[in-house]
C-alpha cells in the first residue's frame, strides 16, 4: 500500500518489519540513478570482480540485492545477453522507471529480513549496494549467511556500502548540516563507524569465502565534482 505526502511524495507503507523511509516515485529514481552513476563513475564500472569472462561465456545467473530503481541489472542485462539478472527490493521502485527491462533480465518484490527466497547454491554472482541504512547490526550476520547458502561454489559477492558527510564543512555550511542531519539518522539503525568492520569480520569468518578483498574511494557528489554530482547520464 502507498501513500502521498503533501500531494507530492508517494512513500510505501506497511513494508514488514524493516524501516524504509525513502519515497518510491519517479524523484525517488532519479536520486537512486544518481547514486549508481556516482558509484559507477568512482569504481570505473559496474563491477569490480572477475566475473566479466563468465557473463560473456553466458548462462551465468546474477542476483542484485536493493535493486532500488533497477537502472544496475538493466544495464548489466542489456551488455551480457547471455546471462540472467535478477533484481529484488523491498520497494517496487524498480516499476516506476519507464527504461526497457531486457529480456534476461527480471524483479522480485522481496523483505531480505525475512530471507531470500532461493534455493542453494543458485548464483554465480551476488551484488549489493548502499544497503546499510536498511538493514541493522544485528540483522548483517544472517543476511551474510543467506547470500553465502544461494551463492555457488566459486561465485563472487561484490558488497558496496559507505559512509556519508561533507568533506569541507566551511565550503557549505548548510549542505554540512543536511548530510551530518542524514548521517545522524543512518548512525541510530546502523551506526556506520561499527558496523562496516563487523561486516569485514563476519565476510573473514566465513570459511567457504575466500580471497577477500576491501577498498574504498570516496565519491565527490558535489555538482562541481563532474559527472557524479551532476548525474548527466540520467
Not at 95 to 123: E, K, M, R, V, Y
Request: glycine share 8%; net charge negative; aromatic share 10%.
Amino acid at each position: 500500500m502507498t501513500k502521498i505526502v503533501n500531494d507530492e511524495r508517494i512513500f510505501n507503507e506497511d513494508i514488514g518489519d524493516s524501516s524504509y523511509p525513502m519515497p518510491i516515485d519517479t524523484e525517488e529514481v532519479y536520486r537512486l540513478k544518481l547514486m549508481h552513476y556516482a558509484i559507477k563513475s568512482a569504481w570505473k564500472g559496474n563491477f569490480s570482480v572477475p566475473v566479466k569472462e563468465a557473463l560473456e561465456r553466458g548462462n551465468a545467473k546474477i542476483l542484485d540485492i536493493g535493486c532500488g530503481s533497477g537502472v544496475w541489472i538493466r544495464e548489466m542485462a542489456a551488455l551480457y545477453p547471455s546471462s540472467t539478472f535478477i533484481g529484488i527490493d523491498i520497494s517496487p521502485t524498480f516499476q516506476s522507471d519507464t527504461n526497457p527491462t531486457p529480456s534476461n533480465a527480471s524483479f522480485q518484490l522481496c523483505d531480505i529480513h525475512n530471507g531470500l527466497t532461493f534455493n542453494d547454491n543458485t548464483f554465480d554472482y551476488v551484488h549489493q549496494s548502499f544497503l546499510n541504512g536498511g538493514i541493522s547490526k544485528t540483522q548483517w550476520e544472517p543476511h551474510i549467511d543467506q547470500i553465502v547458502r544461494i551463492l555457488k561454489p566459486g561465485g563472487y559477492i561484490e558488497l558496496q556500502e559507505g559512509d556519508v558527510g561533507v568533506d569541507n564543512e566551511n565550503e557549505n555550511k548548510d549542505m554540512h548540516l543536511i548530510w551530518e542531519a542524514l548521517r545522524g539518522f543512518l548512525v541510530d539503525i546502523n551506526s556506520f563507524k561499527v558496523i562496516i568492520p563487523q561486516v569485514k569480520k563476519f565476510l573473514e569468518s566465513r570459511k567457504q569465502l575466500t580471497n577477500i578483498e576491501f577498498n574504498s574511494q570516496f565519491i565527490d557528489m558535489a555538482v562541481s565534482a563532474g559527472k557524479p554530482g551532476e548525474c548527466d547520464e540520467y
